[in-house]
């Protein structure tokens, strides 16, 4: 055997030895990375005991007992027990860290983002560390920040963030820290991706509307509508009425021939739907016979009749079953940390 073939397998060893080395510290360093985004815990922060479902976002539903009503549902928001909203939220956002060599004056971030940051199907929310050090959600007038961080939205009602969506943001990272001096950190794409579709996938088996309508004898006009709507106990949140309890909770939305409070002088009305959005109400134990009941008095001050989406009358010795239901869909949620009516729940169901 020559020298010159000698030295190849040396050296085709050598190169063997480094690719393996190599692969290691990889697999290390996006071990760390996933840790990072997922910290240890006793139970899994995305399945939470649940079992497993399957990939991809199905329609918001119930089973059993009336079919959902398809519509809007951001009427009932509130505040957050789980997830403090000056925070990142590591289960539901995949976050992109920009640090700049010098601070840049939070104005002009502003506009650059909103030029380079392209909008889509998936929220992202800022925040920054200001040469104090302390850390802010937004970006706070006349203050400069040192590092920016994009919290990106993993999965909502759209589905899973894709990668094709994942590139588009790391790209506009990359295209602000060109124009301010500064470097990109964040996860795998492939890591994000697979963590997505994971979350939309547990989030897919939790989802759920139910809906109950209300058809008029005859078509009446929206502003007549509305004064008894309000009389009855709704009150207008966002472009929506819901039914707000002694709580100041509201409990579910109305939305007239399947669309939001109509203008003043608008077209006569001939339906009124109820719509029942777990992951957006907070839990109660009467959520759906709260909901027929209200339903039942608004049939007999309109002279309407209450039906599910099938055009069958809803009986009231079939509340308390579906009550029962929803109260164990309402603990699903919880278990999985997603407190029904949160911060974090009206991210990913929306």
Wanted: net charge negative; with cysteine; charged share 20%.
């Amino acid at each position: 055997m020559s020298d010159l073939q000698i030295g190849l397998i040396a050296l085709g060893v050598v190169i063997l030895l480094g690719v393996l080395v190599y692969n290691g510290w990889q697999d290390r360093r996006v071990r760390r990375q996933m840790q990072e985004q997922f910290p240890p815990t006793d139970e899994d922060p995305l399945l939470g005991g649940l079992p497993p479902a399957g990939i991809g976002r199905k329609e918001p539903g119930l089973a059993m007992g009336p079919a959902p009503v398809a519509g809007p549902a951001d009427a009932v928001a509130a505040s957050s027990a789980d997830e403090p909203a000056e925070e990142v939220d590591a289960v539901a956002e995949a976050v992109i860290d920009i640090v700049f060599t010098l601070p840049v004056p939070a104005t002009q971030l502003e506009q650059a983002l909103s030029t380079l940051v392209p909008s889509t199907g998936k929220p992202v929310r800022y925040f920054c560390e200001l040469p104090s050090g302390q850390h802010c959600a937004g970006l706070p007038a006349g203050e400069s920040c040192c590092s920016l961080q994009m919290a990106v939205l993993k999965a909502n009602r759209a589905g899973a963030l894709t990668a094709i969506e994942w590139s588009t943001f790391w790209t506009a990272a990359q295209s602000v820290a060109e124009r301010f001096d500064g470097s990109v950190e964040g996860p795998e794409q492939d890591d994000v991706v697979q963590q997505a579709q994971a979350l939309d996938a547990v989030c897919a088996g939790l989802d759920a509307q139910v809906g109950l309508a209300l058809q008029l004898s005859e078509p009446r006009p929206a502003d007549q509508l509305r004064d008894t709507l309000t009389d009855a106990g709704f009150a207008r949140v966002g472009k929506h009425m819901a039914w707000v309890a002694e709580t100041g909770a509201a409990r579910f939305t109305l939305l007239f021939d399947g669309n939001a409070v109509p203008e003043a002088g608008g077209a006569p009305v001939s339906r009124l739907d109820l719509l029942l959005d777990l992951p957006n109400t907070p839990a109660d134990s009467q959520a759906f016979s709260r909901m027929a009941s209200v339903g039942r008095d608004l049939a007999q001050r309109l002279d309407a009749v209450l039906v599910d989406d099938q055009g069958r009358s809803v009986a009231s010795a079939s509340d308390a079953t579906i009550d029962k239901q929803l109260s164990s869909m309402y603990e699903q949620l919880l278990k999985a940390g997603f407190e029904p009516g949160s911060v974090r729940a009206s991210r990913l169901f929306s």
